[in-house]
């Protein structure tokens, strides 16, 4: 069932796609899907759930942390990694614009994302902190971008290691943690 609304998505956008749709590839009735997910959004979110999981992971992770530094480069080593176990899933996703709200929606999601922000902010932020983590989350999103995504010569190991060495270039991270064992 995800995987068929995953390629719906992909295909319509999740606005443009239906439970009738989701249930017509599968060739089963709409009430089997409502059976499962009786809302679309739930259908988005499980779509995603393994890379929330991962966040929720590195959100953990990070909160155990001793300083600000390795807090936000727990992070920065979480987002890197989800991009690039859920390449397919994460650029079709983040490409649309209806996902955002989605995932806002979900008490769950939305705790996590506030938690993550508050790490890669660290303690009393300034604007230069605010503005370095706002442009990080953006560029974040330039793997999924549609002539990226199917740019098959851009491999995981390349996406992993701009990430990381961004994140620690726009967050300022001391170099000594950015070079930690298991940090790349």
């Given at each position: 069932?995800?995987?068929?609304?995953?390629?719906?998505?992909?295909?319509?956008?999740?606005?443009?796609?239906?439970?009738?749709?989701?249930?017509?590839?599968?060739?089963?009735?709409?009430?089997?899907?409502y059976?499962h997910?009786?809302v679309?959004?739930?259908?988005?979110v499980e779509?995603?759930?393994?890379g929330?999981?991962?966040l929720?992971?590195a959100?953990?992770?990070s909160?155990a942390a001793?300083?600000?530094?390795e807090?936000a480069?727990?992070?920065?080593?979480?987002?890197?990694?989800?991009?690039v176990?859920?390449?397919?899933?994460y650029?079709?996703m983040?490409?649309?614009?209806?996902?955002g709200?989605?995932?806002a929606?979900d008490?769950?999601?939305?705790?996590?994302?506030?938690?993550?922000?508050?790490a890669?902010?660290g303690?009393?932020?300034?604007?230069?902190?605010?503005?370095?983590?706002?442009y990080?989350?953006?560029?974040c999103n330039?793997p999924?971008?549609?002539a990226?995504?199917?740019?098959?010569?851009?491999?995981?190991?390349?996406?992993?290691?701009?990430?990381?060495?961004?994140?620690?270039?726009?967050?300022?991270?001391?170099?000594?943690i950015?070079?930690?064992p298991?940090?790349?």
């Open positions: 069932m995800l995987e068929a609304a995953l390629e719906l998505f992909a295909e319509h956008g999740v606005a443009g796609t239906s439970l009738q749709m989701i249930a017509g590839r599968l060739g089963i009735t709409k009430a089997a899907i059976h997910f009786p679309k959004d739930q259908i988005v779509v995603l759930s393994e929330l999981a991962q929720d992971d959100v953990a992770a909160s001793a300083t600000p530094d807090r480069w727990l992070i920065v080593m979480g987002l890197a990694d989800i991009m176990d859920h390449r397919q899933r650029s079709i983040m490409n649309d614009p209806t996902v709200p989605i995932l929606a008490p769950h999601t939305a705790a996590t994302f506030v938690q993550m922000e508050s890669l902010l303690p009393d932020p300034t604007a230069g902190r605010r503005l370095a983590v706002a990080f989350l953006a560029a330039a999924a971008q549609p990226l995504r199917e740019e098959a010569s851009i491999g995981a190991d390349v996406i992993h290691s701009s990430i990381l060495s961004l994140g620690a270039h726009l967050l300022g991270i001391d170099p000594r950015a070079r930690q298991g940090a790349e």
